[in-house]
């Protein structure tokens, strides 16, 4: 019957992990940090709004009870760059945004999507930062070759579960996102 072709044991297989079980690094900020970024993604490509079942938890959870918010400065800046998208060809609308042109991206998207990521790094961090919010965008946005040249800063001036929460976001920048 159907159970035997299933379960045949030359064609598929069942795992029994074994051991203590151990977290994965960095375990709730690798989702936290790609559903803030997608965020940003529907409110630029969809009416402009934010969700309206964030959490006060979340940025996009604080900008909606706040009006000054630097994030409504940013979202507006990537809007307007995702409208240029649509109008140059280098974004497709449908059936959800794809981008088309990856210098594009490069030239028009990823700055703010590096300023909006920004503000969830900040909120993340641990201990005390001593580096300036330049530094950090430009080597969240360089080359893997480039960003050499911030390494004894950021070891200096972020404490080391700080600079991995900058290393998952430059990596999302630079190379997830686009």
């Known amino acids: 019957d159907e159970v035997d072709v299933l379960l045949h044991p030359l064609k598929s297989e069942l795992n029994f992990p074994i051991g203590f079980r151990e977290p994965i690094d960095l375990s709730g900020h690798r989702w936290d940090l790609p559903i803030h970024i997608i965020d940003a993604i529907f409110f630029a490509s969809t009416d402009g709004k934010l969700p309206d079942c964030c959490q006060q938890s979340t940025i996009s959870g604080d900008m909606n009870g706040d009006a000054d918010h630097p994030g409504h400065g940013i979202l507006a800046e990537?809007?307007?760059?995702?409208?240029?998208?649509y109008a140059r060809h280098s974004l497709q609308r449908t059936p959800h945004v794809v981008l088309l042109d990856l210098e594009f991206y490069h030239k028009v998207l990823r700055n703010p999507f590096a300023k909006w990521t920004?503000?969830?790094?900040?909120?993340?961090?641990?201990?005390?930062?001593?580096?300036?919010?330049?530094?950090?965008?430009?080597?969240m946005q360089a080359d893997l070759h480039t960003s050499h040249q911030w390494k004894d800063t950021l070891g200096k001036g972020l404490t080391p579960f700080s600079l991995k929460l900058l290393n998952l976001a430059g990596n999302w920048i630079r190379t997830i996102l686009p």
Do not use: A, P
């Open 78 to 85: 990537l809007q307007k760059g995702v409208q240029q998208g």
């Open 118 to 139: 920004m503000l969830w790094l900040k909120r993340h961090f641990v201990g005390t930062c001593q580096v300036s919010d330049d530094i950090m965008l430009q080597y």
